[in-house]
């Protein structure tokens, strides 16, 4: 999906042979000339004969091709196939729905089901344009159904700085200690956590030169936020300097992460002025979430919201559904519904 000089992927392949990643269902976002939430990419430093002769380095295997290094989901604190890319040749993932033609919205839905044994991961993303948000908006909905309970983290790698999160948080002081010990978790130093008990709905938002980003998602009490930091266990420099925000959920057989990105406001270098620099996402939730249904409900300032229905079961185009929310009826054809007021 694109306009306004921005750009969402969703990525449904095959492994891709020796330079392929585990990083099944991985979405990237770029907008105004940047790069924002980010795909690492390869650790090599292509013909810089100081690092490692320009070869990939080790980091390349530990960190940029597991799972964690990715914005998906990541079960267990394992990577996809268990990191083994025999396993993992053998299968691909499937775009089983796509919509370019919505005129408001582009959506496209894909779906893994060998990446991790017993768990079906589904993944919609929505473009979507308000007449509200100064910005195209994007609404992504990760659903993970499973044979057994799991740990689901649901990393999202941003390019810029922390401006804000509205719930409190402990930031490590003197001293950091890493994520985990293995899959690329002894790469990540836990730099902030927490976890938002007041309300269902936690968002986060940085800046990226002259633009402010809000990433907003559904929780509970019990869902652990982490500010992650690239870097541990490096002895050589060769990590980037990367930062993530990690959603967690433990303990769940089922789970649904709905997520509101809004790109808003503009900072003024000339003027040394900003605007619009705090989202208008009020709350997002999952309102239904059946084996036939899933709807998502973004709430923004002003009365304004944006409804996604998704039928998690039929993939037709002609197919016509129909849900009452909230006591208003929604109909609407194929896979996906979206609906803005």
Request: glycine content about 6%.
């Amino acid at each position: 999906a694109s306009g306004l000089n921005s750009a969402l992927t969703l990525k449904a392949t095959s492994h891709g042979l020796s330079h392929g990643h585990f990083d099944k269902l991985t979405m990237a976002y770029y907008d105004n000339g940047n790069e924002i939430l980010t795909d690492y990419g390869a650790s090599r430093f292509l013909n810089i004969e100081a690092k490692y002769k320009g070869h990939y380095t080790r980091e390349n295997q530990s960190f940029a091709k597991q799972t964690i290094a990715h914005n998906t989901l990541v079960v267990d604190e394992t990577s996809n196939f268990g990191g083994d890319i025999k396993v993992s040749s053998r299968y691909h993932s499937d775009i089983i729905y796509h919509d370019f033609n919505g005129g408001h919205f582009q959506v496209v839905v894909a779906k893994d089901a060998n990446a991790y044994p017993g768990v079906e991961m589904k993944r919609t993303l929505a473009y979507v344009t308000t007449p509200f948000l100064q910005f195209p908006l994007i609404l992504d909905v990760l659903q993970a159904n499973a044979d057994r309970e799991h740990q689901y983290d649901y990393p999202l790698w941003y390019n810029g700085h922390f401006v804000s999160l509205n719930f409190p948080y402990t930031k490590a002081g003197n001293e950091l200690r890493t994520l985990g010990t293995k899959n690329g978790y002894q790469h990540l130093w836990l730099e902030a956590w927490g976890q938002n008990k007041s309300r269902n709905t936690s968002s986060f938002t940085f800046v990226n030169k002259d633009r402010f980003y809000t990433i907003s998602i559904a929780t509970t009490a019990q869902t652990e936020m982490k500010m992650l930091r690239l870097g541990a266990n490096d002895p050589d420099f060769n990590l980037r300097n990367e930062t993530a925000f990690l959603i967690r959920e433990k303990a769940r057989k089922n789970h649904t992460f709905a997520t509101s990105i809004e790109t808003h406001g503009e900072y003024d270098v000339v003027m040394e002025t900003s605007s619009n620099l705090t989202s208008s996402c009020e709350e997002v939730k999952v309102v239904m979430d059946t084996a036939s249904y899933t709807v998502v409900k973004a709430i923004y300032k002003g009365g304004h919201f944006v409804l996604l229905c998704l039928s998690n079961t039929d993939n037709s185009k002609e197919k016509k559904h129909n849900l009452t929310i909230d006591g208003l009826d929604y109909t609407w054809n194929g896979r996906c519904g979206v609906f803005i007021r």
